[in-house]
């Protein structure tokens, strides 16, 4: 047995290191957010070695942030506060997409996202060159109550982990309780 399953095992991928640049403004160890293990830090992949830490940084603000807005929408949604039209009313947070999608809505929000999606990459692609001296990952110079502090920043930032973790799983939860039969099968 072990041996069938071994023979099912990809081989390992080999990933070209990027280049390293002098110009790389922010170390790992200078992170707000990160997690010292022993003196070392906590990459067991080696993405730090291999991708630039500022895209992965700015990727990962982004996704946070999405995840605290769709957490919130979600249930929101589901305790009954929708958006003005017959095409929202009645429409469970698990059927919101499909439903969205039939009536033609969701091309809206693609189009909003694209377009937001299009003015950010403008601004962060050029810098996947190593120059991120004048560019600070998640920072979009948008905080009119002068807000902003480190402290601020690193609650922002592991309240982003766990919404991600907190909204794949309410989704999954949602999905696996909407119904049974579509998950399992019978012996």
């Excluded at 060159?129 to 990952?137: A, L, N, T």
């Amino acid at each position: 047995m072990v041996a069938a399953t071994s023979a099912f095992n990809a081989a390992p991928l080999a990933l070209r290191p990027m280049q390293q640049h002098a110009a790389v403004s922010m170390a790992v160890e200078d992170m707000i957010g990160k997690y010292s293990v022993k003196g070392t830090i906590y990459d067991p992949l080696g993405l730090s070695k291999t991708y630039d830490v500022n895209w992965l940084r700015e990727a990962e603000l982004k996704h946070g942030r999405v995840c605290m807005l769709a957490f919130l929408g979600w249930v929101s949604n589901d305790a009954g506060l929708k958006f003005p039209g017959e095409a929202f009313q009645g429409v469970s947070s698990l059927s919101a997409h499909d439903a969205m999608v039939k009536s033609g809505h969701m091309w809206g929000l693609l189009s909003f996202v694209g377009l937001c999606e299009l003015i950010h990459m403008s601004v962060v692609v050029p810098k996947l060159d190593g120059d991120w001296e004048d560019w600070q990952p998640g920072n979009y110079g948008l905080d009119p109550l002068g807000l902003d502090t480190p402290s601020r920043r690193e609650a922002e930032l592991k309240n982003g982990r766990l919404a991600m973790l907190a909204f794949s799983g309410l989704v999954t939860q949602a999905a696996l309780g909407a119904d049974p039969t579509s998950c399992y099968t019978s012996f």
